[in-house]
């Protein structure tokens, strides 16, 4: 007979341990997974493309309808406007102050000194990133339906502001409408819930391919500038945003830490701000106590337009590649890559690559060679590991200082406890 208590405890045991427990053992499982079976691990990589489909199913439905519920639950559009600005301003101070520390980082480290590259390649041409006009003109969608079917996030974005404002100067006649809507957007959390319950195994199949598939051949020549990534990465979460915390918040940043385990490895291993957004949302709401109107509206902005870890890659990036080829850049040229970096955070937010993109146009901009992308772009997977991450962090950081100021953060919620705390006590 088989032993169903050893079976039953098993299984006690598993559902017992937190979400990021359970990723956390999928991530390192599927590391090892994918240094024993080398380029065989591409065979566990399907389990890992099921868990991302379904998170992207979420995306579209779950902005939309949370945008529109987050903007007819203020009621007030002088608020929706008051909390827009609070959160771009922030979102552009945070992504100026990434790139500052990934400048400052390269400058310390010299991650490319002493490869003494050569310009051989003239054929890479830069990505063009869209200019300011090009990216306003786009953002109002012609076709709302072909927007929400293309997954046009901008757009999607603005269409859902307008229809929520129309909503809300509607009146009685609408509420109908919002009901709907806050019962869809009901419902998307509760799927969101339930695809959640995937994450380790897909977590388990992505992180098994990544490993087979780069090993350390591609790491060991490139690990000093993976190795600065990553401590930026490190020093902005746990400095910078645990400081705007502590200052402009005067909350106890360890449970903000402690709240986004779940999120942060979910973007870890999809390197994609939007499709963390369903955690990113959960997270927001139950684990620090954002409200639904703050974070509805917020952190779906964010998603878009925020891109610290991206900005902070950036710096270490451009100055590795100036490094490499041994050119010498001036100050103007980081103040330089400070602004465009910061400005093309933004412009670039809805483009597929967006981090090789931008990376581009900083290149170009500062008139380091664009063959420089092709040594990045193989140890790209790795770092955008690193700065999706940092970029979901700085989202929750955000929407929880503007819940904060407008007194829509339940504090109860953010200092409740943990179960080793209640275990303690």
């Known amino acids: 007979m088989p032993n169903t208590k050893t079976n039953d405890s098993r299984a006690g045991f598993w559902s017992g341990l937190a979400l990021w427990k359970k990723i956390l053992v999928g991530m390192v499982l599927g590391v090892a997974a994918g240094a024993i079976m080398g380029p065989d691990a591409e065979m566990l990589k399907p389990i890992g493309t099921l868990f991302i489909n379904a998170i992207k199913m979420l ?206 490895a979910v973007a870890f291993t999809t390197t994609s701000s939007s499709g963390t957004l369903p955690a990113t949302i959960k997270a927001a709401q139950e684990e620090m106590g954002v409200s639904k109107s703050i974070s509805s509206f917020v952190l779906p902005l964010g998603a878009t337009i925020n891109m610290d870890g991206t900005a902070l890659y950036q710096g270490v990036c451009a100055l590795f590649i100036a490094q490499a080829f041994g050119i010498d850049l001036a100050f103007s040229d980081y103040v330089l890559i400070v602004m465009t970096s910061t400005l093309a955070s933004i412009g670039t937010a809805g483009v597929p690559g967006a981090g090789l993109i931008m990376l581009s146009l900083v290149l170009t901009t500062v008139g380091l060679p664009i063959e420089g992308l092709a040594i990045v772009a193989g140890i790209d997977r790795i770092l955008d590991m690193a700065r999706t991450s940092v970029n979901v962090c700085g989202d929750l950081m955000v929407s929880m200082l503007v819940g904060k100021s407008e007194n829509e953060l339940d504090e109860s919620i953010y200092n409740k406890p943990t179960e080793a705390d209640t275990a303690r006590i």
């Open 59 to 264: 995306i579209v439905p779950l902005v939309f309808c949370s945008l529109v519920v987050g903007v007819t639950s203020m009621q007030d559009t002088r608020k929706m406007g008051r909390i827009g600005l609070k959160s771009v301003v922030l979102y552009l101070c945070t992504t100026a102050a990434a790139i500052t520390i990934g400048l400052g980082l390269a400058t310390i480290f010299t991650p490319g000194e002493g490869l003494n590259m050569a310009i051989t390649d003239t054929t890479v041409v830069a990505k063009e990133a869209p200019t300011l006009v090009q990216t306003l003109l786009n953002m109002i969608p012609k076709n709302p339906v072909s927007a929400l079917a293309a997954g046009n996030i901008l757009q999607i974005i603005v269409f859902a502001l307008g229809l929520g404002i129309a909503l809300t100067l509607s009146g009685e006649k609408a509420e109908p409408a919002i009901k709907l809507f806050e019962s869809l957007a009901e419902a998307m959390y509760k799927l969101t819930e339930m695809v959640m319950k995937l994450a380790p195994y897909g977590v388990f199949g992505l992180m098994a391919w990544v490993s087979g598939k780069y090993g350390m051949d591609i790491l060991l020549p490139l690990i000093k500038v993976i190795t600065v990534v990553y401590i930026g990465c490190l020093i902005h979460v746990l400095v910078f945003y645990t400081g705007m915390i502590s200052i402009l918040g005067r909350l106890n940043p360890i449970p903000y830490l402690r709240g986004l385990l779940n999120p942060a």
